[in-house]
């Protein structure tokens, strides 16, 4: 999750869910700081828009190839909008119509699960990583 600081014309100032994967190497340790970084070379769409947002908060799974199920749930609630088509899943070989969502509020995690009508397994476990006062944090939610 991201908030968009800085206006660009496209944009509208509010919330921003990037829904993406962590399979490269370095794995998630090395996406999330990238994700977080503002220094670096710019490969993927996130990149380009990252310098005018702040870094909220990541939700994760330690389950392989969420990011469509999950952006597809996401899309198909009200409060969230696709503020550019194909932003983010140019590669995306689900038919999601964007791998970046908009919503005008942040919603707390329970709130965001709900959107994401998760039916636990006995093996799922979700986490947050978020930044405060420059210090890294994760909760987890749901069975381990």
């Avoid at 509010?14 to 794995?27: E, L, R, V, W």
Wanted: hydrophobic letters at 35%.
């Amino acid at each position: 999750m991201f908030r968009l600081v800085n206006q660009e014309d496209l944009f509208n100032a509010g919330y921003y869910f990037y829904f993406g994967s962590a399979k490269g190497s370095g794995g998630l340790q090395a996406r999330l700081l990238r994700h977080i970084s503002m220094e670096k070379k710019k490969f993927w769409h996130i990149d380009y828009l990252r310098p005018y947002m702040d870094f909220v908060a990541a939700v994760f799974t330690m389950q392989t190839n969420q990011e469509c199920v999950w952006c597809q749930k996401i899309q198909e609630n009200d409060p969230f909008k696709v503020p550019v088509q194909r932003f983010g899943a140019s590669d995306c070989l689900s038919s999601c119509k964007a791998h970046l969502l908009y919503s005008d509020f942040l919603m707390g995690l329970n709130e965001f699960l709900e959107y994401l009508k998760i039916p636990y397994s006995n093996n799922d476990q979700l986490y947050l990583f978020f930044q405060e006062n420059n210090e890294s944090t994760v909760k987890s939610k749901g069975k381990n």
